[in-house]
């Protein structure tokens, strides 16, 4: 009996392994474990709070102000006022007075050049001056002699004709003297030495650019550099480049506030005086040019930053500073919405006004409501 009994046992014990192998088999998604619910990725936005009158709304009011635009630039001399400096005589250097970078006056001698031009140039008007006293001589003579009939009108006339061609001969001499830069009365001074010319300063300025060295040889103007450029820096121009996205936002006659690098709390007015036609292929920005009135701390190649107000004002939104999340490099408000819940926004903010108040310049509009102080809203809903 007890042999019938284990044998009976180890059939049902058998039976019920190859019946649950069987229903493993059959019915796989019955031991799976249940679908995960996702939320929806802007219910990321969305803060549930048990009590939010504990977090007061302020309504955002409206204020106008001109659209702005901030920029980099580089300080650069003014075109209109940069002259440069050029030798029409060729020759060498023997005395350079003037360096890069220096301050000069106008008619201040900035090199000596001696020069071959200018030695023939002084001989030619020296054989001038020379024919023409001859000829005056000649003349008087003539004149002496026809008032006691020795000669007849003719021969006045011929002396008359040959001291006008003396007399512009000397003439296109001196003029030659001048245009190559000799001072005929300094000149004339120093006859017995070399000939040697001064190279002098057209205006008044800063000598920006020097393309001279000492004992070096000077050229005539075919294929030469200047000696010097001299740019008056009164007045200087802010080269900026500004995207293409932006170019509506900028017009010729704009006022423009000009903060340099190096004096960062100095703010310099200026005027949009061209935008350039052109954009850059590369970088699809174009130049604009802001002219400003030097009070003497810009200096050519200073690094500033230009900020553009455009002639019609904008209506925008203010908010408190308060009710602004700085998150992500992005600015945030919370709006307030129906079952005790608020939706955070993405705003972009604008200029920091008065009274603790910040500029909305879009995302909301002047008349909505938003949580007077973010913050505590952003740490209640992260514990």
């Known amino acids: 009996m007890w042999k019938t009994l284990a044998t009976l046992a180890t059939c049902l014990i058998a039976g019920g392994l190859l019946w649950s192998c069987g229903q493993s088999k059959a019915d796989p998604k019955a031991e799976a474990p249940p679908p995960a619910i996702i939320e929806h990725a802007t219910q990321l936005n969305i803060v549930q709070v048990n009590d939010p009158e504990h977090f007061p709304l302020v309504t955002a009011t409206a204020h106008k102000a001109a659209p702005e635009l901030a920029v980099t630039g580089v300080i650069a001399a003014d075109a209109s006022r940069s002259v440069p400096v050029v030798s029409l005589a060729s020759g060498r250097l023997v005395d350079i007075r003037a360096r890069l970078g220096d301050t000069v006056e106008k008619g201040q001698v900035l090199v000596r050049i001696q020069s071959a031009d200018v030695s023939g140039a002084l001989s030619d008007y020296r054989k001038a001056v020379a024919d023409e006293n001859l000829a005056r001589t000649q003349l008087e003579r003539a004149r002496d002699l026809f008032d006691h009939g020795a000669i007849s009108m003719n021969d006045v006339q011929v002396a008359e004709d040959a ?42 300025g800063v000598i920006v650019e020097q393309n001279v060295t ?116 992005r600015d945030w408000v919370f709006e307030p919405e129906a079952g005790n819940r608020f939706r955070r926004t993405e705003v972009v903010s604008g200029d920091t006004l008065p009274n603790g108040m910040q500029e909305i310049v879009s995302g909301i509009q002047a008349g909505q409501s938003v949580v007077a102080d973010a913050l505590v809203l952003e740490n209640t809903a992260e514990e």
């Open 214 to 329: 000492q004992a070096a040889g000077v050229k005539t103007l075919d294929n030469s550099p200047n000696l010097f450029t001299i740019a008056d820096l009164s007045h200087v121009w802010i080269l900026c480049d500004v995207y293409e996205n932006d170019l509506a936002s900028v017009r010729v006659g704009d006022s423009a506030d000009v903060r340099l690098n190096a004096y960062p709390g100095r703010v310099i007015k200026g005027k949009v005086g061209n935008i350039g036609a052109v954009l850059d292929p590369n970088l699809h920005t174009a130049k604009v040019r802001i002219e400003v009135a030097n009070p003497g701390i810009m200096r050519v190649g200073m690094f500033v930053t230009a900020t553009f107000h455009g002639q019609k004002p904008e209506l925008h939104a203010e908010v408190p500073a308060s009710a602004i999340l700085h998150l992500h490099d």
């Open 163 to 204: 001291e006008d061609k003396a007399k512009v001969d000397l003439e296109n001499g001196r003029e030659r003297l001048r245009i190559l830069g000799v001072d005929l009365d300094t000149q004339n001074a120093t006859a017995d030495r070399e000939a040697l010319v001064d190279i002098v300063a057209p205006v008044s």
